[in-house]
């Protein structure tokens, strides 16, 4: 049990070695190097620290994308707005490694920036994809921890 675990976490990083498993091919690349660190804070006075945070993580990133759904359904993009939403959802996304979602969220600021609607739409859709993934990646990590 402890190998696959072992397995599952060191596939949610982008590592430069040859895939061994169907598993780590499907993980890679969705965390980074900030979710060790988070880790590495997680003691036994506080063993289910990281998946408070990864908690705490989505329910604040299920409010933001809730607000950014709402300002693209007006029609009338306020990209100042939609970049503010989006700075925090970087932000938590950045804290706890997730690197995928992150990127995304560059991206869609960027599109904020030049004024690009159609960027806008085309990367929030990408970044619920990626968001939904990590989740459920993790949940089957955490579930599989313990």
């Known amino acids: 049990m402890q190998r696959q675990v072992a397995l599952i976490k060191q596939s949610l990083?982008?590592?430069?070695?040859?895939?061994?498993?169907?598993?780590?091919?499907?993980?890679?690349?969705?965390l980074d190097e900030q979710f060790v660190e988070l880790e590495e804070l997680q003691d036994d006075a506080n063993p289910n620290f990281v998946e408070e945070v990864a908690t705490l993580?989505?329910?604040?990133?299920?409010?933001?994308?809730?607000?950014?759904?709402?300002?693209?359904?007006?029609?009338?993009?306020?990209?100042?707005?939609?970049?503010?939403?989006?700075?925090?959802?970087?932000?938590s996304s950045t804290s706890i490694g997730a690197s995928k979602v992150k990127t995304e969220c560059t991206m869609f600021r960027e599109y904020c920036r030049v004024g690009n609607a159609e960027g806008c739409l085309r990367t929030f859709k990408q970044l619920k994809k990626e968001h939904a993934t990590l989740r459920k990646k993790l949940e089957q990590y955490f579930q599989a921890s313990k």
């Open 13 to 30: 990083f982008d590592q430069k070695i040859i895939i061994r498993t169907q598993m780590e091919k499907y993980m890679q690349g969705y």
């Open 57 to 91: 993580y989505f329910k604040d990133s299920a409010r933001l994308i809730s607000n950014i759904e709402q300002a693209l359904e007006r029609g009338s993009f306020d990209f100042n707005r939609l970049d503010n939403y989006m700075h925090q959802f970087k932000g």
